[in-house]
């Protein structure tokens, strides 16, 4: 594909596309950017894939220290985790502060705890700065238990924030008519639009003289001569600093094995009542739910999340299912307006992975490893890497290395994750469903079925057309599986996720699914 032609799809696809067939609340206003081409063979100080929070953030960081910088987005800015975010920003972190006390200390917990609260302001700061419509908004924060063991919980919770300087205090209400044992109230929380943040962002980006190249895919990476080179279908270009900012990096690394995919579902509700909460609201379930509404175009919404598990493990339809049934449970919902899955990693020792990627040539840099707290931490990766790109002290460079192994906090995990990689490796290629021909599908289904002796991926679309696909992720070669509410194959083992023909849609994957050829397999 060529950069012209790069260009007039960006301006027949004004409206942003993100990696799932659900749209989100954040797409539906916002226009494309209509950034200049990149020639080939340009050469740049910093090249940042990735056009998400953790992407953009670190770009504009760069440029405004002086860095010719380059953005590299497979698709469009927000097409991943930050389109589908719910865009919560607190303090109070999804790794709890007693678990972080017992794993990495109680400096640590204070660490984390001052970091959140500078990330919120960084944010708020840039949105005046810039001008950003991004409706940003201080709310109060309320966690609530529902039962005994819940309430202990939320005990050890309230003590270990408190040490750690989090603004909480035990009160009366959860701000939501659920009910409830005992609320903690966190103060100075927040929430906003993120996909049009990082469009703001990426505007002072491109007036600084930053370079965006959007439905740009990174094909290959080589080290010569102390320089890194990146091949794309749009051309070649080099730099001294690669940022990933794609969640886990192509290939089978480390960081593959030490983060969990983990996908969380969204419902955008009109309410009958117009009885909007006004704070951010969580409960304690396992999967717990979030809580929050939002005014778009002068409509307000509910905006409720969870139902989270690993992905390619559950099925999506019943996740939805039961979100709506917990919707229509505590609220009088009059319409279901969107809903929506998004994607995010969990480490295994429960704080993320900034910094050089181990065993990489010197100057490669992640972040990932943010758990459902990706608002934060990719604002907080982007300042960790810019100063370590900048050769600034930064304070969390050995806390949150990607090379660090915490065995106490991170074995058990690691070990449990990883069974479960193999048992699919092997296991799914024995006990996937066989329909009897593939005329059994239904329109826009997909399957995993036996045909003429072979294991296939196999779509129909509305039209009857029929795509069959090889089942192994192009990763590590586990059996993709079907989800029918983004009409994407996604890959139990590591999260890769690919479209109905077969195109990657999220990594670590960087080949497509190989396309299988049925005729030439029945005349076999």
Sequence with gaps: MTPNKNKMERQNLTTLARDGAKKS????????????????????????????????????NLCREGKKCLLIEAENLGFGTTGGTSAHLNTFLDATY??????????????MAEAAKKVIQDIKGNIETLGIEADFEYKDAYLFSQTQQESEQLQAILTSSREAGVTVSEVFDNGVPIAFERVLKFSNQAQFHPTRYIHGLAKEFLRLGGRILENTFVRETAFINGIHELKTHSGTFTGRYIIWATHIPPG???????????????????????????SLCYDMQEPYHYIRSHKIKEQQYLIVGGEDHKTGHADPENAFSELEKYVREHFEAES????????YYVPVDGLPYIGQLPGSEKGIYVATGFNGNGMILGTLSANILTDIICENPNSFTQLLSPSRLK?????????????????????DRFRAEAIRS????????????????????VYKDEKGKVTALSPVCTHAGCIIQWNAYE???????????????????CGPPVKDLQKIDIESLSDT
């Excluded at 972080?100 to 640590?108: V, W």
């Excluded at 996908?263 to 117009?274: D, E, G, P, T």
């Excluded at 279901?336 to 994607?343: A, E, G, K």
């Design 25 to 60: 609340l954040w797409q539906s206003e916002i226009q494309r950017l209509d950034a200049n081409e990149v020639a080939s063979g340009q050469p740049f100080d910093a090249i940042i894939i990735g056009g998400g929070i953790t992407g953009v953030t670190a770009a504009l």
């Design 98 to 111: 007693p678990e972080i006390d017992s794993d990495f200390g109680k400096h640590a917990s204070k660490q």
């Design 252 to 278: 089978i690394n480390i960081l593959s094995l030490r983060n969990a995919p983990y996908r969380s579902y969204v419902l955008a509700v009109k309410l009958k009542n117009n009885s909007y909460p006004e």
């Design 336 to 343: 279901i307006d969107y809903q929506w899955s998004s994607q």
């Design 407 to 427: 065995p106490i906090s991170g074995f058990s995990e690691f070990i449990k994750e990883n069974a479960d990689v193999a048992y699919h490796f092997v296991a």
């Design 438 to 457: 593939i005329a059994e599908l239904q329109p826009a289904e997909g399957k995993i079925v036996n045909f003429e002796g072979e294991k296939l991926a």
């Design 487 to 505: 009409g994407s194959w996604d890959c139990p083992c590591h999260g890769g996720r690919f479209s109905v023909r077969g195109k990657v849609l």
